[in-house]
Every structure is written in structure tokens, then in C-alpha cells.
């Protein structure tokens, strides 16, 4: 049956075919004109269970060599993705998308099982707040609503204490929330990094888009590690000795290499201007979060 396939594949390569689409006539798989594909839906199920299977081994084909490449050869991927070696490996945004993905699901269910709070505890916060936060004494009110960094005057004491017992109720269900939250917020940062690329390595690669393809190949390797950190803790949870947060250790030396590959630089000027892009990141990262927890905030609870 394979056989048959193959040769049926390799007559409608060369025969002349009209397309369905645009009416271009043409020879091979796809149409020159409008991209469509000669793939035809309407045959025998076998034959699109045999195509399926197809699919799947090639997509894991891929997804390991991409894996392998973006671990073990920092910036490697991305030169040969710039190159124009692209058929062998997953494009770079997609594989961001699935690491992703991955990661704030393990680390959702990680923070869950973290996430503990017992009826005594419970009860004990819920007298702590409602004692620093007394309705008879506007002093007080105004003292804890600058502690949470909330200045509108409309969040009243009451509004507080429903969005404490909210969370007290269901912290699984926040904390998800929130982490949403924060996922479109490093979604939305990958430009800004790779904007600071391109700010101090423009000479080495003038246009931009060659800078974002590092910044999520970067980003998809750091999410990645920390799968791996919480894959370890979630099968091994209890353990007085955690190896593998050292790996963290590992991402600056990641990224200095990555970048010493790519941009073709010295050691010190690239060390250098890493240092630099690593400051401004993480001084943009930390503004960036704590708009995201104020937003949150008000979006979720007030």
C-alpha cells in the first residue's frame, strides 16, 4: 500500500495539474500562483490515516532537532533559521507558543499544590485584616490602602475585605489568573528585548526582525529550563536538597553565548553590551510586572 502511495504522490509531482483555487496551471504539489496544495480530501480513510501518521513523525522530527539545536548550540538555531535553513526545524515563534504554553500550565499546577491555606490560617487573616482596616477610623483605611498601593479613593474597606476573602476562598483560581496575566505580559516584552538587541547590535545585523528571532529563541530557551525545574519538583516534591535550581545559573551564560555566535562580536564588547541589555530589561521587566499586579488587581478583585 505504501508503495502505491509513493507512486501516486510522485505522478501528481509531474503531471500538469489545474488549480481548483485560481485556475493556474502548473506541474508539482503546490500551485506558483496562490500557494494552495494539490492534497485532495476526497479518497479512502486509510489513505488520510496514512497521511496522518506522516505528519505527526515529521512534526517530531522537527520539534527534536529544534529542541536539540536551541539547547546544546545557543544562537546556532537562529543563524541557520536566518540562512534560510528552515524545512529541518520548527519556526521559532511556534516552539515559543508550545514551550510556553508547557510552562505556565506545570508551573499553574506547581503553584497550586504550593498554594495550602488552611480554615485556621483563613480565619486568622481574615481577623488580622479586619483589624488594621477599622470602618470607624478613616486613618487606618487610608494607611492600608497605601500599603497595597491602591491611591483610588473609591476602594472602600469593604471592597478590600470581599477581594481578601475572594482569594482566601479560591487562591488556585487567582493565582492562575494571574499568571495569565503575566504571560501576556512577557508576550508583549519579547519585542522590547529584541528592540535592545538591535539598539547595540544593529551593526551586526541591521534589521530588526533578525534580533526578534533571538529574542524568542532566548525566551523559549529560558522557559524551557524552568519546565525542566518544575517537572523535577513536581516528581521529587519532597526533598531537603533542590539541584536543580542551579540551572538557573545557567541562563546568563546561555544568552552571552548565543549572542557571541550570532552577532560575531569579541568576548568583552559582547559581554559588555549583554550586561547593558540585561540591565534595561530587567528595570523594564519589573515595571512591566507590577503594572500587570496592579492591573490585575483592579481587573480581578476591586
Known sequence: MTEKIEKNSKETEFKNTVCKNCKTQF???FCPNCGQSVYEFEKPFRFLIVDLVGNIFAFDTRLWKSMSSLIFRPGKFVEEYLNGHRARYMPPFRLYIFISFLFFLLLSIYAGSQIQISEKD??????????????LNPETDSLKTNELNISDSSVSPEKLTNA??????NPK????SFLKFVSWSLFFLMPVYAFFLWL???????YYYSHLVLAINQHTFVFLLFVLIICSKLIFPIRAYYPENYLIASIPIYLFFGKLHLYKKSWSKTLLRMLAILIFY??????TLFITWSFWIKM???
Open 282 to 287: 530587567g528595570i523594564t521587566l519589573c515595571i
Open 300 to 302: 480581578e478583585l476591586l
Open 122 to 135: 483563613r480565619n486568622e487573616i481574615n481577623l488580622s485584616f479586619n483589624g488594621q482596616i477599622d470602618p
Open 173 to 176: 483560581m487567582y493565582m492562575d
Open 200 to 206: 547595540l547590535f544593529r551593526k551586526s545585523k541591521k
Open 27 to 29: 506541474k508539482g504539489k
Open 164 to 169: 481578601l476573602s475572594k482569594v482566601l476562598n
